[in-house]
Every structure is written in C-alpha cells, then in structure tokens.
C-alpha cells in the first residue's frame, strides 16, 4: 500500500498545451490502471538490462553494493531514474528526499546513498575521493568511480511519439471502463464532473488514488462506481491574487510543495508564513511516490485524524472552494483552496511528531498561528488546530477565545496550557494509543510555538529557568569512511579473495533480470493458495465449514489438517508444532486451513468465506507476567552460573537491582514467504521451489508431511528477498502445507502471503523481560551479577530454546565478571510462536548487560564506558562456560574505536552543548561485543559442495548455503577461482538445491561462508589434485572430472548439565560509537554520527562484509529505537504492514557513518582466515539505544533528576520524550495525576505550591519532598 516503494515505476505524461513532458515516480501498487490512458510507465527493465547496456543507475547502484537480496533495487533505481529525468545533477539532499518513500532491509542504506551520490557532479565525487584518500591512504575503495557508465541521455527511452500524436489530436472525451464490479467514470469537464458526482453522490473522485486505494485493498471498501477527475483540466488551475494563491484541488502534493516553494523564495519574509508551515510538512508527508500522486483536494476531503496539511490550512485560514449541484456535502467537488500571505505580525507555524522522520503517518500535528497588535506582545487573534488527537482535525477553540485580548507572557502561556489540557482530550482507550504521549505532544508544541514568538518577539519574559532557543541547524548526511582491508603483498592480480568484488547477482537484480521465487512463471491449471487463520487466541475448534467457500467462481478445494495423510506436526528442539490447527487454537493467526483457487483474487474470497466455530477457552495468556504467574513455560528452562554470585553480592561495595524490557521484531524480509509446488504426476516427486535458508529442513517437512520418502522430494531455492532467519521453521510448515494442497487437488500450487498474513502467521523476535541484580566496588569493578530472562515464545517452541542457550552462552558480552548466574525460560504464550531472528537471542541478551553497566555507571556518577572498560576482558581469558580465549582483538577494537571516533573530545563537546541547550540534548555511547560464531550444536557445523568442471572449462559450483543477500554464492565463487586458479567469469552457481548438496544445514549462524566456503575449497582442492597431471600436460584442460566434498566444521558442543563447553569456534569482535541528538520536547532523536570497528579476521570480499555490518547496524537500530509490534487485548497484532510497522528508512541513517575493518587481524578456523559477519553487529545497533539514554540523562538531570532509570527497548520517541520528564510532562502530571507514572522512580515536590519543584512559583522552590510514584 504504498509504504515500501520496491514496486516504483517512473510515470511519463505529455502535456499538449505545454508541449512538455513531465516524469514522476509512482507506486505501481497504488496506480489504477484506469488512469493512465495516455501515460507511459517505465520500469526498471525498460532502462537497461544485462544483455543489451545496463543504465548507468543500475550500475551504480550495483557497483556500489547498493543492492544484497535486491527485492527493493528495482525501486530504488526507479526512484533515482525519475530524479534524473527531471534533475540530471542532483544534490545529496535530493537523492535523499528521492529515495525518502522506499525501504531497504539489507544495506542500511549507505551503499545505495554512495552510488547515488556518483550523480551529484565533479565536486562531490572529488570530495568523497580527496576524504577517502585523507582518512586512509592506500586502502582500496569499495569501489572506483572511474570504471562507471558514464551518464548517456542518448541511451534514455523516449516519450512514445504515438501517444504524443494521440494527446495532440484526440479531443478529449468522457472515458468510461466498466470491470466485473466497478465501472470507472472519467470525465474531461468539471460541469460533467459536477453531474456524476450529483448522480452518484456515493461514488469517491479518486486523484492519487492513496486513500481510495488503501481502503479498497485492505478494507474490502466495495465501490461500484468510481469517478476520476484527473483529466479535468479546471483542477490543476494555479490563480495568484492579491493576497494568495488559488490551487486546484487535483494539483498533486509535489506540484504543491514546487509552487510554496517558489513563493517562498519570491515573496516579502512576512507574506509567506503559512506558505513555509505548509512546506515543512510537505517536506515530510509520506514518501516521494505518494507525493507525487496524492492530491491537495483529496488530502483535504479524506480528513485524515492526522492529516498534516489540514491544521495547517485551518490555521492558516486557507479558503476552500466547493462545488455541487445540491448542497450537500457528499454531492461536493473541491475545486481549489485559496491559501493566504499574512501581515507582518501575524505568524504560522507547523509541528509534527511521527514514529519515523520521513514516510510515516505523523501521531500528532498541528498549525498555530498568532497574530499580535502592532508593536505590542498583545494578542489580536489567535489560531490552534491539532490533528492526531481526534477522528478528525481539532481546533483549540476555547483556549483561543481565553488568550485573545491578552498579552503573550508566563502567565497567559500557563493558562494556555491548562486549558488546553482540558479541551484537548483523550480518552483513556482513545484509538491510536498513547495517549499520555499524544497528549503530551499538544503541550509540547505549544510550547515549542512559545519559543518561536518569543524569539520573534525579542522579549524574553523572566521564566524562573533560562529559555534559550536552542540550537537548531540544519544538518545534512555528509561523507563516510568505510575502511576495507589491503590484501597481501604478493597476491595474485586475478585471485578475487580479499578484493570488493561486486555481489553476483546485483546487476541482474538492478535491471530487473533476477528472479525471485513468485517470478517463477505459472504453468497451466496452476492454483494459488490463501490461508485460513484462527482469529481467536485461544478457542476449542467446533466446526471448520468450507461450503460457502467451495461454491465462489474459481475455488478448486480446501484442506484442513484431516487432509494430511502423513506426520500432522513439525518436531523442533523436541516439541511438537501442528501445521494446522485440529481441535484447538492456540493464537490468533495459526492456520486452520486453506483454500486453492485459480487466481490469487478467488483464493482469498474462499479463504475469507471459510466459517469457523469457536469455543473460546479460559485461562488465555498473553504477556510473559501473565506466563509467570501461570508458569505457562516450555521446557527445559537453563541456567549457568560461574564463581559465587551470593558470595559475590555479600562482598559487593554496593548494589542495585532492576528490570528492562526488549521488544520483539518483525522481520521484514522486502520479500514476504513465497513458494511454488509443483507435483510431476510420476512416482509421486514434488518440486518446491521456494525463498528458505533451510531447503533440507522444507524437503524433510513436506516428505513427513506426505508420508513419503525424501527422495521424491526436491527443494530449490535460487535466491531470498531477505530472510533475517524467518524462512527457516515457519517456511517449511507453509510449504508442507502448500504441498499439502497440490498433492490433493494433483496441481501446482503456489503460495505467496500478503505482507499483512506474513506479519500475521510468522512471527518474530522474541520479546524478553530481564531482571538483574549486579554487586560492585565503589571503583567500578562488577563482581557479582544475576540477571534471569523471560522471552515470550508464543504459542509453540519452534527454536525458542536454543534462542534461550544463546542468550545465556552471550551474558559476559565483553567482560569479565568472576560471579555471574543467567537463568533463562522461554514462556509459552497465547500469541504467534516468535522464532529465529539474525543474532538470535544475543541482542536481547547483551542490552540487558549493557543496561547493567549503564545503570552502574550511573550509580557512580561516572561514564558508562569506564566502567565498560574497567571491566573488559584482558589478557588469556576464560568464558563462564569455560571456553578459553584471546581478546587482545577486543581491546584493539575498542581503542581503535575511541580513537577514530575521537570518542574523548566529544564527550567534552557534547557536554557543553548540553549545558548550553535546555530542549535539545545529545549523548554518545561507545559499545563492545565479543559474539560466538559457530552451531553450538555440532551437527550443524557441516557443509557440502558439489563442483563440475565442464568440457569447456566453465565451472558450476553447488553448495549447501542458500542466497538470501548477504552475497555467499559470490563468496564462494571467489573461494573457487582462487582454489581452480581461474577468472570467477568461468564460475557459476545456479541455485541450492536438495537434489544436488542433500542434508544442508540450514544458512544461518553467520556460518554459511566458514561451512559452504570449506566445502568448496576441498573440493576444488581435489579436482586440482587430480588434474595436476592433465594440466601440467595440456594448461588448457580438456578432461574434467566432477567432485562432491563434505566439510565437517568444528567440534562444537555445549553440556548444560556441567555447564560448560565449547560451543563456538571463535569470536567475531566489534566496537561501536554513536552520537545523537534528542529533541526532549518530542522524543525525537537523529544519530549524528555512527563509527564502527569489526574485526572479521581477513575479509573474503570487505565490499559485501561492510555491507553486512551496516545492513546489520541498522536493523539493530531499528530494534532498539524504532520496531513496535504491538498486540490488541484479545491477542492480535496490530501493525501489519510497513504504514504501522517503522523499520528505519533513508531518513534514519547516521549523518556520518564510518565503517573500518581491524587491520592484521587472522582466524585459524574459518576460510581463508576470514571470520562470520552476517549477526554480530545487529547489536552495536544498540551504541543508538545507549546514546539516546546518555542524552535523557541530560535532560533528566535539568530537572533534578539523577542516577539509573528506566527505558526499555525500544526508545521510541514516546518512551524517549516520556523518560526526558521535560517540565510539561510534570505540569501533566500534576494537574492530570499520575499520567506519567511510569516515567521515573520519584519526582520533587514544593510542599508550598505542590508543583514540581522545577515550576513552582514560591519563594523557596528548594524545600521539596520526594513523592515516590507508587504513593501518588
Ligand atoms: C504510504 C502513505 C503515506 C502517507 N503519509 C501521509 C502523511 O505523512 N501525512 C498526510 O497528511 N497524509 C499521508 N498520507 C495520506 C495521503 O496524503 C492522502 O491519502 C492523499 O493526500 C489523498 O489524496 P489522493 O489524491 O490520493 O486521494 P484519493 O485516494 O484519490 O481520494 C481520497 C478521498 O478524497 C476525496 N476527494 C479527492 N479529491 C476530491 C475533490 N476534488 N473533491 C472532493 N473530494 C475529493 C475522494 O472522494 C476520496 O474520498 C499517506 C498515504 C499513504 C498511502
Ligand atoms: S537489498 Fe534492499 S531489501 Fe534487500
């Protein structure tokens, strides 16, 4: 619906009046096909492609690494082609405003941002160059800006001259289309438009079609009649008057922000107040692709409760004109909306707060506007309208009428705010939520407003604290450093390994080529398939009634578990997972059943026609307190303890206990699941192909499913659109089940879920509740920790347990602490069974002994990261699971981080900026991690690879890991050249596939390259072997054999009983910095500045190895500071699609991102002494969560508040602005009560006034008392 952007296309249209062309981007998702006769539509397969000339965009985005799975590259090629169709010399805040509407879950962003970036003309390409030759000399850059396609105009495709010829000579004509069940009305006159719409008063008049569409996708809004006013020319008309401008109703939202912006810049400072308002929220409202769609008229008439152009307008005074033949509001037309200029003391301001800075629905907006009497601070008018707050634009008009008249001071603004916490109200169970949050926004721009005129007004009243206007530059993403590797002196030109070499497939997947499981073309008689969930959490199973269902057009059949004439459960960590539910439900979204129809649209009809009978059941459990409390727990629970913690805590100088909460995590793979069955009518062989890390595990799945042998059964998988570890166990159930429905109905069945039932059915990270308690010296040493972990698995175990070993095996994250005790337990509870995640259970573990150090650190009164490294491991070291090690690599990584960091300096910057800046705080945080790599279960450790060297001389490598992006096929093409001694040009792998490497291990663990990349390496180093002496005969080769090798990895184990063992082959280690500024008045926060330093031993190819370490970054940011999944009282998820659920976007990137890789690091055990990258730095994604809290302790500190608190994960601007106890929130509390309960531990109250002491207004504020919250 919108949200992502993997689906842009560029829209073309010539304008024969004009005699112009103009280009936009568009979501194709959202584009009716009705709309555009006389348009034409490029994709990204129109500009370029790998077997004529590849487009210069799609070269460089690949070039530059910008694309991993690449299910989003056509988007963004599309997104970056419009710019340049309009923009051929871009500015990088243009790319970034481009790229603004489309999601990227692998790269984080900076490689597609850097081969963008290449557009931007002479000056920025020479400036990226000089700085990368400044910072490190001599270190080969990811990638030469030389050896691009130069920009080629003659190579852009032409605007069709047919439909030029057409727009020039058709007389425009009522255009009418008339489908199975809507008839679509487009009428070229607004007298004919006026008509219809009297006619059809019911009937919507769809412009950019992003509300009408969204509600007709995911509502099922029926509209029988759909009228289209986009040819009216009427609607597009611009009129300037004296005093404003006219603009129709149908002038897109672009074509909108183009003309304020002109305004702007032509017209007197003081006429354009509203214009700028109106920019600001433009700059922000939705993505790029929606801009350019979405209309003025309909923005206005879909009166969203958080439009953000609706307050502005309002306050702004903004005229509308209508048009109807009756007078009645759902006969009307907008036609145009005159926006005003003011007068010099009149002034507009507009204010937004969203989960996300761009592309994100705001959850509270608003425009105010003042006017004063002349030369005096009197109010003569007086203007507040908020969106967010209500079911539609609300006006603040009581406060208003209290303040007009008076004079805008302390004491007026403090009534203002009382009254109008009393006239903006939310109820408790307000939809939308947050309402403490929500209303604290409304006082907070206010407030924020007050500042502005105050500055205006150059008078500042004598407030009891300093109101200072804080610093507000406006600052840009500038140029990072990413530091590769040199490889040895002496090796070969043409041996690949160690070199940036491009990701495999990228040009195919910039140009379109690459094909993704539902790419795969359908064969004849093929069936689609559409789930049955439960919608009930927790419910006895009475009736399952397909009847209705079978009688819609195109139903061929339902199965439900009775059908399965093999195993009914998928075995994991020994607990047992029904694939459809039987006789009870135990979450909302298990499977019950599907239904198979002959297109997708008819599947979901008889999906949505199958009646099922409940009995809800008692005793339902949602949350991991409820799980406690029930002791709802899946066995075993784990424990591991070393030293003596109660010995410990005795001998402890102090100590402190607490609890922090993580939040679970979508994965958000851009590709949701996707598999096609396709039975071979002979000896009952399946073919599956399908996006999975684990074929094996799928082939096994389906075969018990069936009740047939494996061998009938073969797997493939050609490439993942992202997987993050959620195509594993869920994967396989959905094919069993897919499988399930070809083997009865004998068809192929194809099976591909909507982002929404993705969501839905997969489930996520495990959520975790952790309670510590942690004995320290007063000089910072930890000598004693406890800390126990509840994670919310959901309804069946899946891999639950061994994310609860993880967690365990990662307490000790970087430090030795001589008595430490985990106990961890997976809680079985009524949601959707949460699995596997990249770093699985680790960044949950580790932010909980982050905190741990944090809250020390406050407790002392000193940084956390001297307590950090007071208590790092030094020297040989052991683990608590007895695992001996080295960290001298650690330690090198956390100085060579403060250094290229300049982490000491800044801390004394960011103070001062802090002391001098009372509304706006930063805060940095520097964060170790020393992450186990390997299968704690050995079994798992192992790969197979089979290569075939053909009569030519070209090579076909196959192997055990599967390509989800993270670009192991282009590994193991480097590993195979380097091993055959041949250009990589003369390797190919074509898929993973069950019939060719049998019983793979899953692509997990950040092992896939030590594992597949050994396998391959023996068995190259075997062929070469054994043609040794053909070659020393004839170099050319003529005679070439084919090898299978089995590589068996390290042999990990882990005895819980002893607790102790070697579950991992090595450490991969790491170092992050991060900096971020925080605006306490909203929560939101930017990361100015990101250096990361990883040590992966000796990189196999650093381009896709710093991919994955920004990629994981800013997962892990999005984790830790953005991912809300949040779930209703009856169990059900809310967010189901990228317009709820925020992972992080262009916006989000640090606006300095440097990224270096230790020098003269090795590894013993892993190919070629490289080191598994894929998981570990998802955590340092959490230096963003502890910066953001180094900044709240600032602002806390402000209002007197200091030592440990509490802020759990993530921190998102609610939880951030709520924890910075900015005054207004006290003001909250003390009239509302008790609203912010949750925020801190205790809060200082003048006996005299009972206000907050930071408010009162007495004489001697400083006799106060602590109210502890639990007595308020
Ligand atoms: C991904 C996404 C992100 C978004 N982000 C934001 C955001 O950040 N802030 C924000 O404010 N909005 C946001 N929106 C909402 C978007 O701005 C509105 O949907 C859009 O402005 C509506 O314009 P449209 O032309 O697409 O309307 P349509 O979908 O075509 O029509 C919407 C409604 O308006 C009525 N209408 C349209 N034109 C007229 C007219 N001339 N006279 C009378 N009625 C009319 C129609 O009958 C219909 O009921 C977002 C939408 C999407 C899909
Ligand atoms: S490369 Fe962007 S989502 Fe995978």
């Known amino acids: 619906g919108g949200g992502c952007g993997a689906c842009t296309v560029m829209v073309s249209r010539y304008n024969p009046r004009e005699k112009t062309i103009s280009h936009f981007s568009a979501n194709a998702c959202l584009l009716p096909v009705c709309q555009l006769h006389l348009a034409a539509v490029t994709t990204t397969e129109g500009i370029g492609s790998t077997e004529t000339r590849i487009h210069p965009v799609q070269e460089r985005i690949a070039k530059a690494n910008g694309s991993q799975c690449g299910f989003c590259t056509p988007g963004m090629v599309m997104s970056l082609y419009a710019l340049l169709r309009n923009q051929p010399q871009p500015s990088l805040e243009d790319i970034v405003e481009a790229l603004g509407g489309n999601l990227c879950r692998c790269t984080g962003y900076r490689p597609i941002v850097d081969g963008c970036k290449t557009f931007c003309g002479v000056r920025m390409s020479v400036m990226r160059h000089l700085e990368s030759l400044l910072v490190d000399n001599g270190v080969p850059e990811l990638f030469h800006e030389g050896d691009l396609l130069p920009q080629d105009p003659t190579q852009e495709l032409i605007f069709p001259p047919e439909l030029m010829l057409m727009a020039e000579s058709q007389r425009p004509l009522t255009q009418t289309f008339c489908g199975e069940r809507i008839t679509w009305v487009s009428p070229v006159t607004l007298r004919e438009l006026v008509e219809l719409k009297a006619k059809h008063p019911k009937a919507p008049l769809v412009l950019g079609n992003t509300g009408v569409g969204l509600e007709m996708k995911f509502k099922g809004i029926l509209h029988p009649v759909i009228i289209s006013p986009t040819r009216v020319p009427e609607l597009y008309e611009v009129n300037k008057t004296p005093d404003g401008v006219w603009v129709g109703a149908a002038c897109s939202l672009t074509s909108l922000k183009t003309l304020v912006e002109k305004l702007v810049r032509e017209l007197h400072e003081d006429q354009v107040e509203t214009f700028s308002a109106l920019l600001q929220q433009l700059r922000s409202l939705g993505g ?62 507009a204010f937004r707060q969203a989960p996300r800075k761009a592309n994100a629905l705001a959850t509270v907006t608003s425009g105010m506007r003042v006017r004063f009497a002349q030369g005096t601070d009197a109010v003569e008018d007086l203007a507040i309208f908020y969106g967010g707050v ?62 502005q005129m105050l500055q205006k007004l150059n008078e500042m009243p004598s407030w009891r604290w300093q109101v200072r ?121 298990q499977m019950v059943g599907a239904v198979v129809a002959d297109t997708r649209q008819h599947a979901k009809q008889g999906a949505a026609a199958v009646k099922v009978v409940y009995e809800d059941l008692p005793d339902r459990v949602l949350t991991i307190e409820e799980a406690i409390e029930k002791k709802s727990f899946f066995k075993p629970q784990r424990e591991i303890e070393r030293g003596n913690v109660t010995e410990g805590f005795r001998k402890a100088d102090q100590m402190l206990e607490g609890e922090i909460r993580i939040g679970g995590q979508e994965h958000f793979y851009m590709e949701t699941q996707s598999m096609l069955v396709v039975p071979s009518g002979e000896e009952k062989e399946l073919k599956v192909y399908l996006s999975c890390q684990h074929p094996t ?113 990662h307490i000790d994250n970087a430090y030795s602490v001589p008595n430490l005790r985990g106990r961890a337990t997976a809680c079985k509870t009524n949601l959707p069974s949460n699995t596997a995640f990249r770093g699985f259970g680790v960044p949950q573990s580790m932010l909980v002994v982050e905190s741990v150090i944090n809250d020390v650190a406050m407790k002392l009164g000193c940084t956390a990261e001297e307590i950090r490294e007071k208590n790092m491991y030094k020297g040989p070291s052991i683990t608590h699971y007895k695992l001996q090690f080295d960290p001298e690599n650690l330690l090198r990584c956390w100085d060579e981080c403060l250094q290229k960091a300049d982490y000491h300096s800044r801390r004394t910057t960011i103070a001062q900026f802090n002391q001098s800046n009372r509304f706006k705080k930063r805060g940095i945080a520097v964060i170790p991690i020393k992450y186990g790599i390997a299968f704690a279960e050995c079994f798992l450790n192992q790969a197979a690879a089979l290569v075939h060297i053909y009569k030519d001389g070209s090579v076909l490598v196959s192997h055990g890991g599967a390509e989800m992006g993270q670009g192991i096929h282009t590994k193991m093409q480097q590993v195979a050249s380097r091993e055959l001694r041949i250009p990589v040009s003369l390797i190919h792998i074509s898929e993973t596939s069950t019939n060719v490497v049998p019983n793979t291990c899953p692509s997990a663990a950040s092992f896939g390259t ?104 800013m997962q892990g940011l999005g984790l830790y500071t953005m991912e809300e999944r949040k779930f209703s009282p009856s169990g059900m998820l809310y967010p189901r699609g990228p317009a709820q659920y925020k992972i992080p976007a262009v916006c989000d990137m640090p606006l300095k991102f440097n990224v270096y890789l230790l020098a ?113």
């Open 1160 to 1272: 003269g690091s090795s590894n013993l055990h892993a190919i070629y002494s490289s080191k598994g990258i894929g998981e570990p730095v998802l955590f340092l994604g959490s230096s963003v969560f502890f910066a953001i809290k180094d900044a709240v302790a600032a602002a806390r500190k402000d209002v007197g508040l200091g030592g440990p608190f509490k802020l759990d994960s993530p921190a998102c601007p609610e939880e951030t602005c709520l924890a910075c106890a900015s005054w207004w929130e006290l003001f909250l509390f003390t009239f509302m009560c008790c609203v912010l309960v949750k925020t801190y531990d205790g809060l200082l109250l003048c006996p005299g006034c009972t206000l907050p002491n930071t408010l009162c207004f007495c004489d001697n504020p400083r006799t106060t008392r602590t109210l502890p919250w639990h007595n308020s």
């Open 697 to 809: 595990y799928a082939q096994e799945s389906i075969a018990e499913t069936l009740g047939i042998p494996s061998n009938r059964v073969s797997c493939h998988v050609k490439r993942m659109g992202g997987a993050f570890g959620g195509k594993v166990t869920k994967t396989s159930i959905l094919a069993s089940i897919t499988a399930l429905a070809a083997w009865k109905t004998g068809q192929a069945v194809r099976c591909v879920l909507e982002r929404g039932d993705d969501m839905l059915i997969t489930g996520a990270r495990h959520p975790v509740l952790a309670n510590y308690k942690v004995g320290f010296m007063n000089d910072g040493r930890i000598i004693a920790a406890d800390i126990q972990y509840f994670t919310n698995a959901g309804n069946t175990g899946d891999e639950s347990i061994l994310v609860i070993e993880k967690i365990l095996l």
């Open 288 to 349: 790029q692709q929606i801009r350019n769609v979405a209309s003025l008229g309909g923005n206005i008439a879909s009166a969203a409760p958080n439009s953000d152009l609706n307050p502005v307008l309002a306050a702004g005074r903004c005229i509308l004109s209508v048009i109807s033949k009756v007078f009645n509001f759902t006969h009307t037309s907008q036609g145009s909306s005159h926006m005003s200029t003011m007068g010099s003391v009149e002034f507009v301001r």
């Open 469 to 589: 206007p804080d610093c507000s530059d406006k600052r840009r993403l500038t140029f990072g450093t990413c530091r590769s590797q040199e490889v040895s002196q002496g090796q070969r030109g043409d041996d690949l390994v160690g070199r940036p070499v491009m990701h495999r497939s990228a040009l195919s997947q910039a140009t379109g080529e690459a094909v993704y499981c539902d790419d795969i073309a359908g064969s004849q008689g093929e069936l689609f398939l559409a789930l049955v969930t439960s919608t009930r959490a927790h419910a006895k199973l009475i009736k399952i009634d397909d009847g209705e269902a079978l009688k819609l057009p195109g139903v061929v059949d339902a199965v439900t578990a009775k059908d399965i004439p093999g195993k009914k459960f998928r075995t994991f960590t020994g607990i047992d997972e029904e694939l459809l539910a039987e006789n009870e439900v135990t979450c909302v979204g």
């Open 390 to 451: 209500g079911p539609c634009t609300v006006g603040a008009t009581k406060t208003c009428r209290e303040v007009i008249g008076r004079r805008w001071n302390e004491e007026t603004l403090n009534e203002a705010y009382r009254l109008l916490l009393d006239e903006i109200s939310l109820p408790p169970s307000a939809p939308g939520g947050k309402v403490e949050f929500r209303r604290s926004l409304t006082l907070s721009f206010l407030f924020k407003f007050n500042l």
């Open 1010 to 1113: 030590d594992a597949n990349g050994m396998a391959v390496k023996m068995a190259c180093e075997t062929l070469l072997q054994r043609l040794e002496p053909v070659i020393r005969e004839d170099p050319k080769g003529t005679c070439w054999p084919n090898v299978v090798s089995l590589c068996r990895g390290p042999d990990t184990y882990m005895d819980w009983k002893k607790q102790e063992g070697q579950p991992y082959a090595y450490f991969t280690y790491g170092t992050c910095c991060s900096e971020v500024e925080v605006d306490c008045l909203t929560g939101d926060y930017q990361t100015l500045r990101t250096d990361i330093v990883m040590d992966i031993g000796r990189s196999i190819n650093p381009s896709i190895d710093i991919g994955q370490i920004e990629g994981a970054f």
